[in-house]
């Protein structure tokens, strides 16, 4: 589970929760985000990781083909879809078809995505960008070998801003509280069983910042207590959005699950609640712990993955209901 905290005056911070193992932290400004580090974290340990950064500098990047003679069966170049360009951490793309962004000073590798059709294409150099001096760089890219890669992608998603507090059910600020927001499809087409996926975030305090798809988009808080609660705004690409979530006196199932012997096409069963897959308060850990948060006080009934058994349970305002280690048997 991802977590954030926010440094002092004198440049401290603390990121509480973190699995043990090798971390990746990202750091970011008011002016951008920075390039990504990485510690080691040991159980019932305090790791350190002092950060300086090396400043920034305004990168222009102009995707182009390459000469490659991989291209001479395909459409003109006004076709391919320009997925992602990156220097370590992501630029945005602007209206004359280049893409800019501040990037931490340093040696990094210009990336480049995207897709023609049902072929996919990439693109890298190596550049060294200096504090304070702008970079424009020509990157070529070329088709993958793979004749065909399935599906076509979507349409590249645009982001927009959402800030705000979570709020308890009597209007104070909650504390730990996650938000979970709705990831853009990969694909044109999805099968029609395919649930929506989420990016959960777990912010220190109250107060949050998230960047959902461009549109229509509900975006939940939640609790380790189950309490949750949502807000749905509707946000153009670049537009900034502020609102507060007050969450609501619902609680949390718990438990653990053991991983199944043959598995189909996921190392863990799917975990529903009155056969009800589709729940953004749902996250399911490496060691096989899961937590559904947002649940109505009341009776409810658990099922897993192909599982004829039914668990049954009764949720508490504010209170997670734990239901132990569960095993299952998949039904012939």
């Not at 990094?108 to 190596?126: L, M, P, Q, S």
């Not at 600020?173 to 990969?186: D, E, H, K, L, Y």
């Not at 649930?195 to 939940?220: C, D, I, L, M, N």
């Amino acid at each position: 589970m991802p977590t954030q905290a926010v440094t002092d005056a004198n440049g401290r911070y603390i990121l509480d929760g973190v699995t043990p193992g090798t971390v990746r932290i990202h750091p970011f400004t008011a002016e951008a985000q920075a390039h990504p580090r990485e510690a080691e974290v040991q159980a019932e340990a305090w790791a350190t990781l002092d950060i300086q950064l090396a400043g920034f500098t305004p990168v222009t990047v102009k995707p182009r083909r390459s000469r490659s003679a991989r291209w001479r069966h395909f459409q003109p170049a006004a076709d391919d879809a320009i997925d992602a360009v990156s220097v370590g951490v992501p630029l945005r793309r602007q209206d004359d078809g280049t893409w800019t962004g501040l990037v931490e000073a340093g040696n990094h590798t210009v990336a480049v995505t995207g897709y023609h059709g049902w072929r996919d294409f990439h693109g890298g150099k190596e550049v060294a960008l200096k504090p304070g001096e702008p970079a424009v760089v020509q990157v070529p890219y070329d088709p993958s070998s793979f004749h065909v890669i399935g599906p076509p992608h979507a349409p590249t998603p645009r982001y927009f801003e959402f800030a705000g507090h979570v709020l308890l059910p009597d209007g104070t600020p909650a504390q730990g509280a996650r938000i979970a927001v709705a990831q853009p499809p990969t694909y044109w087409l999805r099968c029609g069983n395919t649930t929506p996926t989420y990016h959960h975030v777990r912010f220190e305090g109250s107060g949050f910042a998230v960047k959902p798809a461009a549109g229509h988009r509900t975006v939940h808080a939640w609790l380790d207590d189950g309490r949750s609660g949502s807000v749905t705004v509707e946000g153009k690409e670049g537009e900034r959005i502020v609102a507060d979530i007050r969450l609501e006196d619902t609680g949390a199932v718990v438990g653990s699950l053991d991983p199944p012997a043959e598995p189909y096409f996921a190392q863990w069963p799917s975990v529903r609640v009155w056969d009800d897959d589709d729940r953004p308060l749902k996250r399911i850990t490496g060691d096989g712990r899961f937590i559904i948060a947002g649940l109505p006080p009341g009776d409810h009934a658990l099922s897993l993955e192909q599982d004829p058994k039914r668990h049954a349970f009764v949720i508490h305002p504010g209170q997670r209901t734990d239901l132990g280690h569960l095993r299952y048997e998949v039904s012939q």
